[in-house]
């Protein structure tokens, strides 16, 4: 069974940090290019970062750039988001999407982008 499951969500005060995982199950994510997504309360689903299949090429939203760092380790098919000195506006559910599209920088944080979708963490920063 194909399964991508997102966690590592939580309740955090300002300035605190976080890493959200995105586990693949059932099939290898060496052949994705991957993104994450986050969707605060009454809002759309924003693009937040994305990484090319190798790794080598990430992207981040101009919101998140210099806090947020996205990686994958291939040997356990995983992707990660690491997140620095957390604000009340990033609060949301996070999800990781993947596509076999290769890495766009023009088109790599675009819901459309991606084919499949992980189940969201939920991200609550307040103090």
């Known amino acids: 069974q194909l399964q991508l499951v997102g966690s590592g969500g939580g309740s955090v005060q300002p300035g605190g940090s976080l890493r959200l995982s995105c586990a693949a199950s059932?099939?290898?994510?060496?052949?994705?290019?991957i993104a994450w997504f986050r969707q605060a309360p009454g809002k759309e689903r924003e693009g937040v970062s994305s990484?090319?299949?190798?790794?080598?090429?990430?992207l981040y939203a101009d919101s998140v750039q210099g806090r947020f760092t996205i990686s994958r380790d291939h040997a356990a098919n995983t992707a990660y988001l690491q997140i620095h000195s957390l604000e009340p506006e990033d609060t949301g559910v996070y999800s990781c999407?993947?596509?076999?599209?290769?890495?766009?920088?023009?088109?790599?944080?675009?819901?459309?982008?991606?084919?499949?979708w992980g189940q969201g963490t939920r991200v609550t920063v307040s103090s």
């Open positions: 999407a993947i596509t076999t599209r290769s890495y766009s920088t023009e088109s790599g944080l675009s819901v459309q982008w991606y084919d499949d």
């Open positions: 059932g099939f290898s994510l060496d052949y994705y290019t």
């Open positions: 990484i090319s299949k190798s790794g080598r090429s990430t």
